[in-house]
């Protein structure tokens, strides 16, 4: 069965860092595009990072120089590095792969990502 | 900065249909932004319902279309159910590798 299966979040600080991951079952990580989307409470999607199969990499800009994307192909996991974290960084976290026709495909249940002092 | 816009809120009558509609601040929406939708309830992942504008995914049924309606992509939903009560969310895949989502148009079916 394909799925995508997301790390505990956590409570962080502001400024402070966390990683979190998504381990992928079922298709293989580095031969797809991957991508995180986030979700702030009562808010809508916002879509936050993409790691292609050839392993380029983009950033919304309101996390841009913050957040970095990357994969373990070893261990068929996306993660997202997410350092200086900011009040506004709180939200459900989901990671999603993303098909060759840009679009995703299939979602897991999401991490919940709290930023608070 | 590139806003992809959306209704807010949209309300439709059981059986009815309903158009929702996702435009750029700036521009027009084309196939070559691979539009694609995804409905969402509280507390619960996105579903995939439509793709590369007008291709439903695998269990979406039918009553779900897509298209470009003018210069948006637009979906379209014929028959709406109560349980169709749900976010909808449009998302265009920007050329320089960025993807981009509307706001969001919050359906209410009464």
């Known amino acids: 069965e394909v799925q995508l299966v997301e790390t505990e979040g956590g409570l962080i600080q502001p400024g402070g860092s966390l990683r979190i991951s998504c381990a992928a079952s079922?298709?293989?990580?580095?031969?797809?595009?991957m991508s995180w989307v986030r979700q702030a409470p009562g808010l809508g999607l916002e879509w936050v990072s993409v790691?292609?199969?050839?392993?380029?990499?983009f950033y919304a800009d309101s996390v841009k120089g913050r957040f970095t994307i990357s994969r373990d192909n070893s261990k068929n996991t996306l993660y997202l590095q997410m350092n200086s974290l900011r009040v506004e960084d709180t939200a459900v976290y989901y990671c999603?792969?993303?098909?060759?026709?840009?679009?995703?495909?299939?979602w897991g249940k999401g991490t919940t990502v709290t930023v608070s002092s | 900065q590139t806003v992809v816009t959306q209704e807010p809120s949209f309300s439709v009558s059981p059986g009815g249909t309903v158009t929702l509609t996702c435009g750029l601040s700036?521009?027009?929406?084309?196939?070559?932004?691979?539009p694609s939708w995804y409905q969402q309830t509280p507390g619960q992942a996105p579903r995939t319902l439509i793709y590369?504008?007008?291709t439903r995914s695998s269990g979406v049924p039918d009553r779900f279309s897509g298209s470009i309606f003018g210069n948006k992509a637009a979906l379209t939903i014929t028959g709406a159910q109560a349980d169709d009560e749900s976010a909808y969310y449009c998302?265009?895949?920007?050329?320089?590798?960025?993807?981009?989502f509307g706001g969001g148009t919050k359906l209410t079916v009464l």
């Open positions: 999603a792969r993303a098909t060759k026709v840009h679009y995703m495909d299939v």
């Open positions: 079922g298709f293989t990580v580095s031969t797809n595009d």
């Open positions: 790691i292609y199969s050839g392993g380029a990499t």
């Open positions: 700036s521009g027009s929406v084309s196939t070559s932004y691979y």
């Open positions: 590369s504008t007008d």
């Open positions: 998302v265009l895949y920007m050329r320089s590798g960025i993807w981009v």
